[in-house]
């Protein structure tokens, strides 16, 4: 069963398994903001337990492209196709967002990015990367990192 993340009244449902559940709630409906603004889609994130094959899908490209493992449990994940642009979101319960962002026609244009909720600390695995401060009224400050995908990935 997918739900329909609401980002006018932050709702922190499914996430109540993580480290800072509202953290992380606004760090998703920040996503659905973006989402819905730039792209007009309302972004439905389902439960990971259900949705195997997307978590392994991001779990294989960062482990291909970069060596991370991550030690979090994924919550919630989300996949979406629009404007010619495959996103595929995983939440995990430490409060780290993944999305990977597959444009279908440019090769250049793919990157896997990692979003921190606030006061989240960043995992070992991303020790090396540097993270940007970024203000939200929905989430307060997110840090974000991303790199470049250089193989091929097909989303199952």
Same mark, same amino acid.
């Given at each position: ?27 998703r ?5 973006? /989402? %819905? ?5 309302? @972004?439905?994130? *389902?439960d990971?337990s259900?949705?195997? !094959?997307? &978590? +392994?899908?991001?779990?294989?490209? /960062? %482990? ?5 493992? @991550?030690?979090? *449990?994924?919550?919630?994940?989300a996949? !979406?196709? &629009? +404007? ?11 409060g ?31 020790s090396?990367?540097n ?26």
């Amino acid at each position: 069963m997918s739900y329909v993340v609401d980002f006018v009244h932050v709702s922190t449902a499914g996430l109540e398994k993580a480290a800072s559940p509202q953290a992380l709630a606004g760090l998703r409906a920040n996503e659905a903001r973006y /989402l %819905a603004n730039k792209h007009n889609y309302q @972004l439905a994130v *389902t439960d990971a337990s259900q949705d195997q !094959v997307t &978590v +392994d899908y991001v779990t294989n490209i /960062l %482990a291909t492209e970069r060596g991370i493992h @991550l030690e979090a *449990t994924p919550l919630q994940t989300a996949r !979406v196709h &629009v +404007d010619g642009i495959d996103w595929t979101y995983v939440f995990y319960a430490d409060g780290l967002g993944v999305n990977v962002l597959y444009t279908i026609d440019d090769p250049k244009k793919r990157a896997v990015g990692f979003k921190l909720s606030e006061g989240m600390e960043v995992p070992a695995a991303l020790s090396d990367f540097n993270f940007a401060h970024q203000k939200s009224k929905l989430a307060g400050v997110i840090r974000g990192s991303y790199f470049v995908i250089k193989g091929e990935y097909v989303l199952p």
